[in-house]
């Protein structure tokens, strides 16, 4: 028997969900992506925690990929985005989340008022009193793009940007593949992250986490990554000559076995 992959329509909500023909793990997963991304983004990990026995489901934000349309995807607000997370949490009941960039920002939020059995956030934004935007890269690109933040306009970087803030360390094909996956944010989304950000209260959170980053990063640098596990004390790893799509990197399949392991010793397997 095959496992069964279906797209499924949760209160306008588009997620994408497979199951195994004999589900031999404890939780579901849910997979949450970042800025300007969806569900298939997660390919990779979509066959390897298949393959390992894991019912999962990936969602696509509202104003992404056809998930609960909006007038103007500029004007969604992290509240919104919030809401669409709340409202899958209901219904599964009680996911483990995989989530990546900006997708770790909303999980951090959402763990303040949901204990789930454990949380992965590769390549986590900073929340209020973190700084993220480092880089020279990263400030020229968000200079670049001020008053799209400012306005609340739709945010899709150039092609040129995206490469060289998020798919450094991938090749040519991969960056390709991923870039033709890329749709539009919205401004005001990423105007609220970056001013003044997202406060989160770590003395809330019950959640098991580990936090994955890259050595070379240049979204969420490595001293980034460090500052979001330390403000929760979670178990960390950076891997070296990794950069922002630990997901998509050379040695992705190694990235997932090591999550796989660190679910099966806390016990969400």
Known sequence: MENKREEIDLQGLKLVKETPPVPSKKYPILFIHGMCGGALLWDNYMRFFSARGDVWYAINLRGHHGSRPVRNIGKVSLRDYLQDIEDVIKVLGNPVIIAHSMGTLLTQKIIERYTLPGVILLCPVGTREIVTITTPEMVKATIKNIFKLILGLPLLPDKRTIIITQLNKLPPHTQEIICSRFVPESGRALFQILFPGL????????TPM???????DVTVPPAITLKVAQKYKADFREYQGVGHMPHWESCWRDIAQDIAEWLERKGCS
């Open 210 to 216: 580990l936090i994955v980053g890259g050595s070379e």
């Open 199 to 206: 406060h989160v209260d770590a003395s809330k959170i019950h």
